[in-house]
């Protein structure tokens, strides 16, 4: 009993000294919003700074669920939205994937240790554009395409029927 | 098979996908339906007064032609993948994620050689979520069969379930990604009739804006739902069939000339 009430107290401790230490860590040059981005031309963001600071992954979860069930693309509350806004651009005009080291999503969340999943499928840089300082590929300079033509499966059978047979390995 | 087999139980079908907690969007009460205003994000959730659709005339395919292929890995940024380094060519060949392939189907008797473009057929009745254990597959009120990534846990029972083999398993991480098309390790996938064309308004897919450039006209894509459209007058024009018909799956891809 004595011992869940010392660690509530500990949980609790921990939990403020993080919140203190993000609200110093936002603080110490006022935002972390990166220069030359499209966000730091704006007053705010699409809901007011601090709303988005402890809020914008509820955002962009509920959207997820009605972009990807519902079909609903047209509310300000797309991780497309996101990183369109936020990504900057390096001197060669390049945008700078928005998770690199020292970019918007990256400084908060390497500071927080809560690592970002949304890139592991999402892409970090808007779209008609090729990838800066991230690595990457451009457009187009594909080593296997030339070859995928080629290598289309031959069915025989007397009915399309065949098509059901599994010969995945 | 045998006349057993043949029979299809949909009482069964039915249950087995309650029980699997897997169930289709449905339509809030009172939720206005509406056609889609042209070239514009939808706002509105998609409702079930459309059911895309399209019918392939393997006749028009041309020989030679994976204009539709290339489109597809264009426009959904298959054309990204990257081979890892070191992996043998044949292996590469048979993971990569594909969700066009051309098929070519040979009667043993006549010797007669149909080709034609296989993709997701989006079943009314799809196995691949009946299947799914996370409900991550499913089958949108428009009729369109797709992956939610975001609960998709890559069991890959869909890919064994599906008699198309329409389904990609995504192995590797990818880095190179479109906004219209995330992809990650881990994932199933497959063609989802360009859902961000359809959500932005947009009235083809890539494959069929591709083959009618190319003018061969072989994929008529539309509503199958609406009588006086594109996709209906082509149906009623032209003799088709589903493939594996015998499932009764109920398909949104049609086919003419196999």
Known sequence: ?169 | MSNKSEMIDRGRRSFIGTAAGVTAVTLAPGVVLHKLAAAEPRSEAVTDDVRWGMLIDSNKCAEGCDACVTACNSENGLDLQQKPEGEDEAKWDRQVAKWIRIVKVEDNLSGRVSKLPMMCQHCEHPPCVDVCPTGASFRRADGIVLVDRHICIGCRYCMMACPYKARSFIHEAVEAKLTRAPRGKGCVESCNLCVHRRDNGEPSTACADACAAEGHDAIVFGDLKDADGPLRRALAALPSRQIRQDLELNTGVRYAGV
């Open chain 1, 1 to 169: 009993m004595a011992n869940g009430v010392v660690r509530d107290i500990i949980r609790a401790t921990g939990l403020a000294g993080v919140l203190c230490a993000l609200a110093v860590h936002a603080a110490d040059d006022g935002t972390n919003v990166i220069p030359g981005s499209k966000a730091a031309q704006l007053d705010s963001c699409v809901e007011p700074t601090e709303f988005m600071r402890r809020n914008h992954m509820e955002l962009i979860k509920h959207q997820r669920d009605e972009t990807v069930h519902q079909g609903i693309r047209s509310t300000k509350h797309s991780l497309a939205g996101c990183v369109e806004c936020h990504v900057s651009y390096g001197a060669d005009e390049t945008p700078v994937p928005v998770n690199a080291e020292g970019q918007f999503c990256n400084r908060c969340h390497e500071f927080a240790a809560v690592g970002v999943d949304c890139f592991g499928c999402h892409a970090t840089v808007p779209d008609n554009v090729s990838e800066g300082a991230g690595g990457g590929t451009a457009r187009g300079d594909v080593s296997w395409h030339s070859s995928f033509a080629m290598s289309v499966p031959r069915l025989e059978g007397q009915e399309p029927a065949v098509l059901g047979e599994d010969k995945r390995p």
